[in-house]
């Protein structure tokens, strides 16, 4: 079956970097489009970011812009979210979903605490 | 950006009753727009897509609706596994934003 596995999470100061990665099977991943999705503390769903899937097109929420990168590797089925000079308010559980458009499959999230 | 209102932001509900979730966006968003359902400690569930369509495996009882800028969300005869949190998601331009959701409580 379709198997999304995030890791990388972990609690870091304000300022430092961290890169989470998604890791895909049961599916041809290359044929997809993906998107990471996170949820602060106590608040709502929040779309990060989207990547097509070939890479030619990526997205970023205006919160992120600047600071995050998304990318993928459709040789070892890997996606990955590269995020710098983290802030507290980025923290919270980050989601990989897969979906160029609607998000269908989803993995259970890694956490990502930023606190001094 | 395009904006997702979502009400009533909570939902005291019982049983087997029938409820609506209201999700309006800022600008025009055709069908592009997704349900999900959301329980504490567990991934986001894709219930509808494309305003309308129900996805595989998703009970009969959800139904979505709307087009353009207002779209609801409805849930007949509420099921115990049914009480969670509820969130719009609109695909038409980046960035992708959800609404703010609805949580459905007994």
């Known amino acids: 079956q379709v198997q999304l596995i995030e890791s990388g999470g972990g609690v870091v100061h304000p300022g430092a970097d961290l890169r989470l990665s998604c890791a895909v099977s049961?599916?041809?991943?290359?044929?997809?489009?993906m998107q990471w999705v996170r949820q602060a503390p106590g608040k709502g769903l929040e779309w990060v970011a989207f990547i097509h899937y070939d890479s030619s097109k990526k997205y970023y929420a205006d919160s992120v812009k600047g600071r995050f990168t998304v990318s993928r590797d459709n040789s070892r089925n890997m996606l990955y979210l590269q995020m710098n000079s983290l802030r507290p308010d980025d923290m919270g559980v980050y989601y990989c979903?897969?979906?160029?458009?609607?998000?269908?499959?989803w993995g259970k999230g890694t956490t990502v605490t930023v606190s001094s | 950006d395009i904006q997702l209102t979502q009400s009533p932001p909570f939902l005291s509900a019982s049983l087997g009753d029938g409820v609506t979730i209201t999700c309006r966006a800022s600008?025009?968003?055709?069908?592009?727009l997704a349900w999900f359902q959301h329980k504490p400690g567990k991934s986001p569930k894709l219930l509808i897509y494309a305003a309308s369509s129900l996805e595989s495996g998703v009970p009969s009882r959800f139904s979505g609706s709307g087009s353009g800028t207002e779209f609801t969300l409805t849930i007949n005869s509420l099921q115990p596994e049914d009480f969670a949190t509820y969130y719009c998601q609109q695909l038409d331009t980046s960035p992708f934003t959800f609404g703010g959701g609805t949580k459905v409580e007994i």
């Open positions: 600008h025009n968003i055709n069908s592009y």
């Open positions: 049961g599916l041809t991943f290359s044929s997809f489009g």
């Open positions: 979903a897969k979906g160029g458009l609607y998000l269908d499959v």
